[in-house]
């Protein structure tokens, strides 16, 4: 099967993992410094392992796209990310501004809330929930489309792209953790994504790409540990980028087992982002009440499982990981001519 027609569920395994790692670091109580490490490594790295693939299956789309219907690209986007990411946004300003309400939490929602902090929930993602992933994603998405719109020659090279995704992701990760800066992060992950991309498919490298991907696969789990052990350091953000790389190359096949699976985490991968920080905040309530003192290793790992299993559950119960109000849509993660899509009769 070429790369023009296989389908990416090596992705699939890769963001439903993504999701999973992301709800460890929002557990919302006390654990011992050795979680907290784990915990940073899921946020950081799942969130550039997210925006790389983003960034992969995006150039996939340009590349099959003509001139006149790339900017489509764009209102695609929009339609499956800024309905459910303003819905669930207003969601998080009524439903935890009442747990802070009804059971008195010390500096949590209300005490934040505000006329210039309801703006920057509603147009950037309120930090408190952590919902700054998906406008950051949008923007950097629809900048790309632009620029590569505009780029001509060896400027839209691939190598191009994957040198300069990895410096820009590089120097956002080192500037900061405000708003532009995840703008800055995002973006060059993003350009990761699509320069890899344009690389793995080109045919007159296909027997390189086939070893390289053999070494990625092996090399992954020493670049899992470097990760880990390098948060908080001045090397952590290097460790990402090698790491995602080595994701990215490794799953970029589509020969893995449990297809049906991995869709599935995939779906409900977005809905598990949104969904999670409500159940762990509300979890986190219940555990200081009776459990002031920091978690240990096994409780919160028993936690961590709690929430995920939980916003899975939810996500699953819709049967959409939208939460959509007009009919479900499921797109695969394929790459081609057109887009299969799979409608959800009622």
Not at 130 to 140: E, G, K, Q, T, Y
Not at 146 to 169: H, K, M, S
Not at 224 to 247: E, H, P, R, S, Y
Request: glycine fraction near 6%.
């Amino acid at each position: 099967m070429s790369m023009d027609a296989q389908r990416y569920n090596g992705f699939d395994w890769l963001r439903g993992v993504a999701a999973l790692f992301i709800v460890a670091v929002h557990l919302s109580v006390g654990t011992t410094p050795s979680w907290s490490r784990i915990s940073v490594f899921g946020s950081q790295t799942s969130i550039a392992v997210f925006a790389a693939i983003s960034g992969f299956l995006l150039a996939i789309l340009i590349d099959r796209s003509h001139s006149g219907s790339v900017w489509s690209l764009v209102a695609h986007r929009a339609k499956r990310l800024l309905p459910p990411y303003l819905k669930w946004t207003a969601f998080y300003l009524i439903a935890l501004s009442l747990l802070d309400w009804r059971f008195g939490v010390p500096h949590g929602y209300l005490a934040n809330f505000s006329p210039r902090f309801l703006a920057t929930a509603v147009l950037r993602g309120a930090a408190e929930v952590h919902l700054w992933f998906v406008p950051s994603l949008f923007i950097a998405s629809v900048s790309l489309v632009a620029v590569d719109a505009v780029l001509r020659g060896p400027l839209r090279g691939a190598w191009v792209y994957l040198v300069c995704g990895a410096a820009i992701g590089l120097a956002g990760g080192y500037a900061g953790t405000n708003f532009a800066s995840h703008d800055v992060r995002l973006f060059g992950w993003v350009m990761l994504g699509m320069g890899l991309s344009r690389i793995v498919r080109r045919q007159d490298l296909s027997d390189a790409i086939r070893r390289t991907r053999m070494f990625a696969a092996w090399a992954a789990l020493p670049a899992l540990a470097a990760c880990i052990f390098a948060k908080g350091t001045v090397l952590w953000n290097v460790a990402d980028l090698v790491f995602t790389l080595l994701l990215l190359l490794a799953f970029s096949g589509s020969t893995f087992p449990g297809s049906r699976i991995a869709a599935f985490l995939s779906r409900t991968s977005l809905t598990v982002y949104f969904f999670h920080v409500f159940v762990s905040r509300a979890l986190s309530i219940v555990i200081r009440s009776r459990h002031p003192e920091p978690l240990d290793m096994a409780e919160a790992v028993c936690l961590w499982g709690l929430v995920w299993l939980t916003a899975l559950a939810f996500a699953a119960l819709c049967d959409c990981p939208l939460l959509a109000w007009r009919k479900p849509t499921r797109e695969a993660n394929v790459s081609g001519d057109k887009t299969e899509k799979f409608r959800e009769e009622k």
